[in-house]
């Protein structure tokens, strides 16, 4: 395990909305873990009052994650990721029920409290970005998030779920059936078929030689 070294001063953060096109600069944690790239940062940005309200309404609330690594001075990806994440409310036991489906396969938390399942939906943790091998040393990369709180588009979640149900690692092959959805999806800016939308630029890092 070796964290990996920011090719860049400090970015500050600028200002934006969950709900529009503005992207966030966010400085973020980048480690090899075994033969994986992992990042860690924050989604909370992506919830205002009412999302955070309506947990708990009893109807499921899902966020969409979709990861993209470019390499410094080009506008092509070298890796895609993806995960699923729902909450919801059940009034019979009461508690919040977590479901997650992605790189780090499927997994359910249960908790009691609303702000333990927000803290939980939306945290980055270690999230597997681009296998190592696709990362050379040295090579700058920056990381892209594009986030949405209930997708509209009831096909493309269909076909999210679809994809994931096959994959093994959350990783997207780019000549796939899938691939040229997911960049129009998670990759297009101007795209926001959501409830809420928020766009994660990191700051630009690099794997130093061992």
């Known amino acids: 395990m070796r964290a ?3 090719a860049a001063a ?17 400085r973020m944690r980048f480690i090899e873990r075994g ?9 909370a940005k992506l919830f205002d009052q009412a999302a955070y309200e309506g947990l708990n309404s ?5 966020i969409q994650i979709g990861t993209a690594v470019y390499p410094r001075g080009s506008s092509t990806a070298i890796a895609y990721r993806i995960e699923l994440r729902t909450v919801v409310y059940d009034l019979w036991d009461e508690q919040y029920v977590i479901h997650f489906e992605g790189p ?9 409290y609303r702000a333990d399942a927000l803290k939980l939906v939306t ?16 090579d700058v990369f920056y990381l892209t998030l594009t986030v949405q709180l209930n997708p509209v588009s009831k096909e493309t979640l269909a076909e999210v779920r679809r ?26 800016p101007k795209i926001a078929d959501a409830d809420r939308v928020l766009r994660i630029r990191s700051q630009p890092f690099f794997r130093p030689k061992p």
């Open 4 to 6: 990996l070294l920011a």
């Open 163 to 188: 994809w994931l149900s096959q994959s093994t690692g959350g990783g997207l092959d780019r000549g796939g059936v899938f691939f040229g959805s997911f960049v129009s999806v998670f990759v297009n």
């Open 58 to 62: 009893g109807f499921p609330s899902t």
């Open 10 to 26: 400090l970015l500050v953060a600028l200002p934006a909305r969950a709900d529009d096109d503005k992207i966030e600069l966010q």
């Open 35 to 43: 033969q994986s790239l992992t990042a860690t940062g924050n989604i």
């Open 123 to 138: 945290a980055i943790d270690d999230f597997p970005i681009a296998s190592l091998a696709d990362i050379p040393y040295e």
């Open 104 to 112: 780090n396969g499927k997994r359910t938390r249960r908790v009691k």
